[in-house]
């Protein structure tokens, strides 16, 4: 939460109404350095609720640090997170958790507005294009089969939490948090779901912030998406010169290694072929990168036992 104060109340009520029948809950609120009255609003509700336990902290430091946070404090054997706003329905916490529970072999659960049967609705159109283009973006530079890679809605197995070494403060937990899950080979299913526009207080996003984010995660998984396109791109146009070079020799009969586009040819050959080894490099990095994952994953693991 930040700066959720018209909201803290309901979505507490309505919190209790959707996680009845699902046997013994708690609510886990997340007080991001609010500016007005949201945490002291939490801590009035908790003070007469046991369901409820607040995690603030001070100064706003991002979703990805209140995500983290917010999974540290949960005790559950599966872990739900979802906005403040409910903007996806509180009965969306009961479907995550049968579909995890129905699914053999799930790990997590991600709710998505983009898969057949979910919708938007009252989302501003600009907004919803911009999160569907880059949903489907970031389908090109991650496994699996989601259409929703940036969304918080999602179930957890406690397993999966308790082998993440989470770092991200922004937006890009989400990614990180499916990257390094299915780099440890986690299973994530998807159901559908109505994402819903907000009905009181602000939006807290920010188109370009989280575009580059999200941009630069997604070279982070696939180098040689950038690394690739950028040499093949150069190795082209040399290609290029280099076919306007031979006609001239071929059949103009004039040719000067001095020449302007001798030099360009060669920059552009010597480029491209440096961009495809930044490339291979880069992703001998990412299997390195998830073979550190494993092997952290073994020493929280180690350490869990211990204790």
């Known amino acids: ?9 309901d979505t507490v009520t309505n919190l209790h109404a959707a996680l009845q029948g699902l046997g013994t809950y708690e609510i886990v609120l997340v007080n991001d350095g609010s500016t007005d009255q949201t945490e ?18 001070h100064p706003n430091a991002g979703r990805g640090k209140a995500l983290r946070s917010g999974l540290a404090a949960a005790r559950g054997e599966i872990i739900a997170s979802t906005e403040a706003d409910l903007s996806w329905g509180g009965d969306i916490l009961q479907r995550m958790t049968r579909a995890l529970n129905e699914q053999p072999g799930a790990d997590l659960v991600v709710a998505s507005p983009y898969r057949p049967g979910g919708r938007l609705e009252s989302v501003p159109w600009l907004r919803g294009q911009i999160s569907r283009l880059g949903n489907r973006v970031l389908c090109y530079f ?10 918080m809605t999602r ?46 207080g602000k939006s ?19 180098p040689m998406m950038l690394f690739g396109v950028a040499g093949l791109g150069l190795l082209l146009i040399g290609a290029l010169i ?3 070079l031979a006609f001239q020799l ?5 040719f000067h290694l001095d020449r302007p586009f001798t030099v360009l040819l060669l920059l552009c050959v010597l480029a491209g072929l440096q961009m495809l080894g930044f490339g291979f490099l880069g992703t001998q990095l ?22």
């Not at 939460?1 to 109340?9: R, S, Y």
């Not at 002291?40 to 902290?57: K, M, P």
């Not at 991650?142 to 969304?151: N, V, Y």
């Open 1 to 9: 939460m930040f700066n959720e104060q018209e909201n803290v109340a």
């Open 40 to 57: 002291s609003v939490a801590r009035a509700i908790a003070a007469e609720d046991d369901a409820v336990t607040v995690v603030s902290y």
């Open 142 to 151: 991650m496994p699996g089969d989601l259409t929703m890679r940036t969304g």
């Open 155 to 200: 179930a957890y197995r406690r397993s999966v939490i308790e082998a993440l070494e989470l770092e991200s403060d922004g937006k890009e937990i989400h990614i990180e948090i499916l990257s390094k899950a299915y780099a440890l080979g986690y299973r994530a299913i998807e159901i559908s779901a109505t994402l819903s526009g907000r009905k009181k």
């Open 204 to 222: 807290k996003f920010k188109f370009k912030a989280t575009a580059l984010s999200h941009l630069a995660h997604s070279f982070h998984e696939k």
């Open 242 to 244: 280099g076919g306007f």
């Open 250 to 254: 071929l059949f103009q009969h004039h």
């Open 286 to 307: 990412v299997l390195l990168r998830k073979e550190l994952y494993r092997i952290q994953r073994m020493i929280r693991r180690s350490e869990r036992d211990e204790a």
